[in-house]
C-alpha cells in the first residue's frame, strides 16, 4: 500500500487539481520535497497551479537519469528525444576507428579517443550531456542562439568540459571542427508556425518560440542544418534530428538530397521519431 499522505501534501495536492494538474499526485511528492521554507512551497504552488511547467518551478527535468537544469523561458527536454540519445550512443559506439574521433581533450582518462559531439539547438545541453555521460570521452560542443538557452546549456555541460557557444546554427563554431564531427545532435524545432498556437500552453507561453517555430512545413530549419551538415561531420560521421511521424518522409528526402545517406528510425514506446543523416566515409570534403 502506498504511504499516507500527510496533510500538508494532500493540500497541495487539492491545489494543483484545482489548477488542472492531471499527475497532482506525484507532483505534489516533488513540490514538498524541493521547497526549503513553506513560503516557498506556497509560491511553487501557486506557479505551477497558473500553468508553470513543472520543470521550470523546481528548476530541473530528468532526461536519461540526469537530472538538467532548467530555467524560466528555456525549452524542457521532452522523454522522446531519448530516443535520439539512445541512437547516437549506439553509432557513436561503433568498432574501433569510427568516424569524428579526436585525441580528447588534456586531461581526459581512458583508452579510447574521444568522439567530437555538436550539440546544436542545444536548448539546456540536455542531448549533449547525456551524451556525455553515456560515452564518457567526447568533446562537446553546443550552440543556440537563446541567450538563456546558453546560460543553462553551459551549467549543465561544464563537468564534461564541453563548452557552448551563442548564435545562428554553425555560425559561431570553430572553423577547425568543420570535418571532423562525428556526432552532430541537432534536435531543431519542428511544429508548422500555424500549429504553435494548438500546442499546451505549458510550451506555447512558456517556452521560448525559436525553440518550437519549424516554419511554415515545420522544416525550415532542418533545411538549414542538412545544407551544411556534409561539411561539418567527418567521413562517416552521423546527422541525427527529430521531427514528427508525419514529417519524416519528408524529412528524409531534405537531408538525402543534402549529400548524406538518410534513414528514419522511430520509437513506438517513447512516441518518438528521427532521421538519422551519414555522410559518406569516402565523400569528398574538408574532412578528407
Known sequence: MPAPQSPLTRSVITRLRAGGCVFAEDEALLLVSSARTPADLDAMVDRRAAGVPLEHVVGWAEFCGLRIAVDPGVFVPRRRTEFLVSQATALARQPAGLPGQSGGPPGRAGDQPATVVVDLCCGSGAVGAALAAALHQVELHAVDIDPAAVACARRNIAADGGRV?????????????????????????????????????????????????????????LRRVAAAAAQWLAPG?????????????????????????????????????????????????PGD
Open 165 to 221: 557557444y551563442e548564435g545562428d546554427l554553425y555560425q559561431p563554431l570553430p572553423a577547425g571542427l568543420r570535418g571532423r564531427v562525428g556526432i552532430l545532435a541537432a534536435n531543431v524545432p519542428y511544429v508548422p508556425t500555424g500549429e504553435v498556437r494548438l500546442l499546451p500552453a505549458e510550451a506555447r507561453v512558456h517556452e521560448a518560440r525559436v525553440a518550437l517555430d519549424g516554419g511554415a512545413d515545420g522544416l525550415a530549419v
Open 237 to 285: 560521421g552521423h546527422l541525427l534530428t527529430e521531427t514528427s511521424e508525419r514529417q519524416a518522409q519528408r524529412a528524409v528526402g531534405i537531408v538525402g538530397l543534402a549529400g548524406l545517406t538518410a534513414r528514419a528510425a522511430g520509437s513506438a514506446e517513447m512516441n518518438a521519431t528521427i532521421v538519422i543523416g551519414t555522410r559518406p566515409a569516402r565523400q569528398g570534403g
